[in-house]
């Protein structure tokens, strides 16, 4: 396996453990990500930790504060974080096991792969993932990772587990502070059943490889462009709102035209021409100048 884990240890059910290894299971790395460039020297700029009243100052002397009035921190170092520091026990321990549905969407957060570790643990792992498929739960657990203690749902996935890190339940917001000022309007229910035929002539089944980013591909496209000497111009203007007194023809016509449609994506203009390359080079008088990272 090319990735390396995020973290080893055990996996324990009671009496029953054995070695794994949590994988990331996502990546950003296919996103396009931006270095602040002079123009001038076409010289990456470099951030410096600067003190407003004696200037530049090295990062290594520097502590962490919290704000706790205008202007007011408390100092924090190395030394205090230690104390509060908890413990890596190298363990996940499985401390019970819920319905699916019973776990609000809201506290799903970031998904691992679970991969027991090659050996004689691989049957105890194969013994955990069996009585989860066939208790048809999901294992709520925990673990620290990176200092910090983490609650973990497990479900089965395939021949391994897939652990989802849970949300504090003090970060997610509550949703009546912003449902609550929803208007009762009682919808047409002429409306809501044309609407529910749209729904269902737009049925399909779920398919993850359609979902691209359009805006990352036109960043690449431009890029693509003016390292040729071009430039390229992407449109995607937004749609107008829905006129109350027009709904029930906007909700006719879009039944009438949801059979077979697809989803079109905005029209561009072609590559316009330039007369110099936009690629940042350095100047050729700068032989001694760093290369830009």
């Known amino acids: 396996m090319a990735a390396r884990p995020t973290w080893q240890g055990h996996l324990k059910l009671s009496l029953v453990t054995c070695p794994v290894a949590l994988y990331t299971a996502t990546s950003s790395a296919s996103h396009v990500s931006f270095h602040l460039i002079n ?49 890596s026990t190298r363990t996940i321990d499985i401390d019970q096991f819920v319905d699916e549905d019973d776990i609000d969407r809201r ?5 691992f792969y679970v991969v027991p570790e090659k050996g004689v643990g691989a ?74 035929r749209i729904i269902g002539k737009k049925a399909a089944e779920f398919d993850p490889t359609q979902f691209k980013d359009r805006y990352d591909e036109a960043l690449r496209e431009l890029i693509k462009a003016k390292q040729k000497g071009g430039k390229t111009l992407v449109e995607a203007p937004e749609p107008d709102d829905t006129n109350v007194v027009d709904l029930m023809a906007a909700l006719r016509a879009s039944l009438k035209g949801s059979a077979g449609s697809e989803r079109k994506a905005p029209a561009r203009k072609a590559p316009a021409k330039a007369p110099a390359k936009t690629t940042a080079k350095k100047p050729a008088a700068k032989k001694s100048a760093k290369k830009a990272a």
């Open 39 to 87: 123009p001038e020297t076409h010289n990456r700029i470099r951030m410096v930790a600067t003190d407003p009243d004696t200037g530049p100052i090295d990062r290594s002397d520097l502590v962490k504060g919290f704000e706790v009035e205008k202007d007011e921190y408390v100092l924090m170092d190395d030394s205090d974080f230690e104390k509060v520091k908890l413990e």
């Open 107 to 111: 506290y799903w957060d970031d998904p």
């Open 123 to 196: 049957e105890a792992f194969a013994v955990i993932r069996e009585a989860m498929k066939e208790a048809g739960k999901i294992a709520i657990g925990s673990l620290v990772l990176r200092g910090r203690e983490r609650q973990l749902a497990l479900e089965v996935h395939g021949k391994g587990l897939i652990a989802y890190s849970l949300r504090p339940h003090n970060e997610v917001r509550d949703v009546d502070d912003y449902f609550d000022d929803i208007p009762a309007v009682k919808a047409d229910p002429d409306m809501v059943d044309i609407a529910a």
